[in-house]
């Protein structure tokens, strides 16, 4: 069973980096082509989840969230849980964060790699 990028979630996906919030934007300029020292893909799915980032050599799913995670708090809890059972960590950022803080959310996201 396939469990990355399912087929059926192609054209979401598709319109997902298409319609990029100005946040996912931001954050794409320090995630792409390997300048964190490992591969990042946008919108990727992992079973019928969609996630922001991956990067599948260190299992992490970057998601940055807006005031819709806020109303779906449920769902959100339901698709951390599948994640992990992947063995996927997952750092959340708001996109008012991304605004104001992207030097500070990006040294977050080297600490975590353990990138210098």
Not at 72 to 90: A, C, P, S
Request: proline share 2%; net charge positive; hydrophobic share 30%.
């Amino acid at each position: 069973m396939k469990v990355h990028n399912k087929q059926e979630l192609y054209e979401r996906r598709k319109e997902l980096r298409t319609n990029a919030t100005s946040q996912e934007v931001k954050l794409w300029t320090y995630l792409r082509g390997k300048k964190l020292r490992v591969r990042f893909r946008r919108q990727q799915s992992v079973g019928w989840y969609i996630l922001d980032f991956y990067c599948p050599e260190k299992k992490l799913a970057i998601e940055i969230d807006g005031d819709e995670h806020k109303k779906n708090r449920e769902y959100d809890d339901e698709r951390t849980e599948y994640l992990k059972t992947r063995g996927i960590k997952i750092l959340r950022f708001w996109n008012g964060e991304v605004e104001r803080d992207i030097e500070i959310i990006v040294a977050k996201i080297k600490v975590f790699l353990s990138c210098p």
